[in-house]
């Protein structure tokens, strides 16, 4: 078979120019096969439909993460296509090379004298624009929507509910998703995007880990993201918190603790001090962890501005030099006390005090505490499983032990469960084995070690000075037990520490997360 521009008819030009043509037409010859004229098909249906979604869209006024879906599959219809199309002309090329008969042949030339060969050209570049404006539109669309937060948190409706919901009722609910999780910049834009492929085929086969685990070990360096919006040079000084706490009596006693805290900072030239002594504008902190959780750290490293570095370990575990090596070693950061700064899982205890005090759950009920949180910290199979049971445990307790209040105060009854609902759909998700027991939460050190992973006793230097010095460093107690209100304080010591359930005085080291990770089993 002769390929196009052999002819020998005569007339034909000399050699040299015939010689050019074949050149300017080797590529084209090797266009016709199946599979380069499939990919070109592919592509052309689908910028078509990408114009027609647009335009439904645009004239309908509906928008949607489903509808953005399809944008993304036709996107992906473009990439094949246009990947086809090389790798048949590649075939192609060596098919003819080994002098096979080509799949489809066809000879074209272009005569801009003839009025048809002129409208065919003119029709090839007005479709070349428009299917360039649809890949635009569609690329844009198909961008537009992965930087949604509904697109990262609604879309896989099961793996990503306990994130979402609990970013809702975050105080970064204002914030986008990606503006923590990937921040500025392309190159962190196509890791995240890579990452995500392999994260959709763990939906779609159904092997994605439940809980999800954490924390993200390829997350983005809070420098470059959560300092986009926090300034550390200002987070200096003291800040008054109240914790409303009650117990589990009968009365359901308040119990509320006034705290001056010690944010510190750096102030000028100087290294700075209290909890945000962290913020690496003292020098650098460098810790090892044992465990993923980043709970268990028995090795820190500290060096100051002039250069001196002080090591501390954990005299009771110490880390072997096997260990030392095997372990990743991390700068500290933001993220490792303000872990969970947008998923956060609260405990049943803090939940139930924060609506008491609300007045969300009257303190009126007898043992509506101790109950409340007992019946959030079940085993249950399914939300709506629990969601029946903590109505029906709640409901019996008041009918069994107070037929009087069960019958007298239906409606601040009925009040306190539909609250008591509510938290548990909001902090616990037994579909994806999601509870507060999952996700430590490192700010403080009640319910999780917190800041008492590296401040305690055992972390020891070889000069024999240890992280943990005074519980002032951090806060002091202007107050306790509203009962007893105090109108004198030392703001160089502040008050000790009562523990409210037996009276007990705290001044030294105390490791509060033994008894309070327990959940409802502290009320046994």
Not at 133 to 159: I, N, P, Q, R
Not at 441 to 464: A, I, K, T
Request: charged share 20%; glycine share 8%; net charge positive.
């Amino acid at each position: 078979m002769v390929y196009p521009g052999n002819s020998s008819q005569k007339g034909r030009p000399g050699k040299s120019n015939r010689t050019g043509r074949l050149k300017r037409r080797r590529i084209s010859r090797y266009i016709y096969n199946w599979l380069t004229l499939s990919g070109l098909l592919i592509v052309s249906i689908s910028l078509f439909l990408i114009l027609i979604v647009f335009l439904l869209e645009f004239f309908s006024g509906l928008s949607s993460s489903y509808l953005g879906i399809v944008y993304l599959i036709l996107l992906t219809g473009i990439f094949l296509g246009m990947f086809m199309v090389p790798v048949g002309m590649l075939i192609e090329k060596r098919a003819q090379t080994r002098g096979a008969t080509s799949i489809i042949f066809s000879r074209w030339t272009i005569d801009f004298s003839k009025k048809a060969h002129r409208n065919i050209v003119i029709t090839f570049i007005l479709s070349s624009i428009l299917i360039a404006l649809c890949g635009g539109v569609g690329t844009y669309k198909a961008y537009h929507l992965t930087e949604k937060t509904d697109f990262c948190g609604s879309l896989c409706h099961v793996v990503m509910k306990p994130e979402w919901t609990t970013y809702q009722n975050s105080a970064h609910a204002r914030v986008k998703c990606v503006e923590c999780h990937i921040g500025p910049g392309a190159g962190w834009y196509i890791r995240s995007k890579a990452s995500g492929i392999r994260q959709v085929l763990a939906v779609m086969k159904n092997s994605f880990p439940r809980p999800i685990p954490t924390p993200i070990t390829n997350l983005r360096p809070a420098q470059d993201t959560c300092e986009e919006c926090h300034w550390p040079g200002r987070f200096i000084g003291y800040r008054e918190t109240i914790k409303n706490y009650y117990l589990a009596d009968e009365k359901n006693t308040p119990h509320n603790l006034r705290l001056l805290m010690n944010i510190g900072g750096q102030r000028g030239a100087s290294l700075g001090g209290g909890i945000h002594y962290h913020m690496l504008m003292a020098g650098r902190i460098e810790y090892i962890a044992r465990d993923d959780n980043r709970q268990e750290i028995p090795f820190v490293r500290i060096t100051r501005k002039d250069g001196s570095k002080e090591e501390f370990n954990n005299n009771e575990l110490p880390l072997t030099k096997e260990e030392k090596s095997q372990f990743q070693t991390r700068v500290l950061d933001c993220m490792d006390c303000h872990n969970r700064p947008a998923h956060q899982f609260n405990t049943p205890g803090d939940t139930v005090n924060t609506a008491m005090a609300s007045g969300e759950i009257s303190t009126a009920l007898p043992f509506i505490k101790r109950e409340a949180v007992r019946s959030l910290d079940g085993e249950y199979a399914s939300t709506d499983e629990a969601i029946t049971a903590i109505a029906s445990q709640l409901r019996e307790f008041y009918k069994k032990n107070y037929p009087a209040i069960f019958s007298r105060e239906e409606v601040m009854l009925s009040r306190a469960i539909d609250k008591v609902q509510n938290i548990y759909r909001n902090n616990i998700f037994p579909e994806m084995k999601v509870s507060w027991h999952n996700y430590p939460n490192n700010l403080g050190h009640r319910e999780w070690p917190g800041c008492f992973r590296c401040h305690n006793d055992s972390m020891v230097s070889e000069n024999g000075n240890k992280l943990f010095r005074d519980c002032n460093t951090c806060h002091l107690i202007l107050t306790q037990d509203a009962n007893q209100p105090v109108t004198e304080v030392d703001f160089n010591k502040g008050l000790s520490f009562t523990h409210p359930a037996d009276g007990e005085t705290f001044d030294e080291f105390v490791n509060c997360n033994e008894c309070h990770s327990l959940g409802s089993e502290i009320y046994e």
